[in-house]
């Protein structure tokens, strides 16, 4: 594997579900970012994370946690969605210091 | 703070005609700025960016943008469009300390034979 992976796919869960959203970086990068991705709207970024550590949350509702193990892997947990959050879920990864970030092809959520 | 602003959220042109996709930003610091490509169903990926050296920046796929500080534009074209260039274009600007990406709407583009 190469680049930026992210597992699933595509997600369809209920509102009660907790699922988990998967992404790998396979670039030795130290920065990791989730991003939701909606019809007509910005990509809104979620979390940073450098080094392991989270160095931004950007409002996100409780529902989504993230989780970041080690450089390579970041997790976001989600619970109790809402159909509104149905989108696409980026990830991406960056050297520290470096403005270029690296995307995963996206989970694509269905909330029911 | 920092935006950007992207005219039209599409975009069609025929087939070997000019693609300009126009991009103003707003930044309250010298910025970087970056143009990304989506294809359908998969992530974003780096077509060229700029970061303050040459104004004309080329990128992949026959791609170049051009940095206009006077009148805050970063606006993408190509000479000649093909099929494959069909996609959905992101402009984005980083400024600051944080370095963090903001990005604009989107630009569907579409190219007809």
């Known amino acids: 594997e190469t680049g930026v992976t992210q597992t699933p796919r595509h997600l369809v869960m209920g509102m009660t579900n907790k699922k988990s959203l998967k992404c790998e970086q396979h670039l030795g990068h130290n920065a990791m970012y989730w991003y939701k991705q909606s019809a007509k709207k910005p990509l809104e970024l979620m979390f940073v994370?450098?080094?392991?550590?989270?160095?931004e949350n950007n409002s996100v509702p409780s529902r989504f946690s993230p989780e970041c193990p080690n450089s390579s892997h970041l997790f976001l947990h989600l619970h109790t969605l809402q159909p509104e959050d149905s989108a696409l879920y980026l990830c991406?990864?960056?050297?520290?210091?470096?403005?270029?970030?690296?995307f995963g092809p996206g989970t694509r959520l269905t909330v029911l | 703070a920092q935006s950007v602003t992207q005219l039209g959220s599409h975009v069609s042109v025929s087939e070997g005609a000019l693609v300009l996709l126009r991009c103003n930003y707003s930044?309250?610091?010298?910025?970087?700025l970056f143009w990304y490509v989506q294809y359908p169903n998969q992530g974003l990926q780096l077509l060229l960016k700029y970061t303050s050296a040459a104004t004309l920046v080329k990128g992949i796929n026959g791609f170049e943008a051009e940095f206009k500080k006077s009148e805050t534009s970063f606006h993408l074209t190509k000479p000649s469009a093909h099929m494959s260039d069909a996609a959905e274009y992101f402009c984005?600007?980083?400024?600051?300390?944080?370095?963090?990406?903001?990005f604009g709407s989107g630009t569907q583009l579409t190219v007809l034979p």
């Open positions: 994370y450098n080094f392991k550590e989270q160095t």
């Open positions: 930044s309250s610091v010298p910025p970087y």
């Open positions: 984005a600007v980083s400024s600051g300390s944080a370095r963090q990406l903001t």
């Open positions: 991406a990864s960056s050297a520290i210091g470096s403005d270029e970030q690296f």
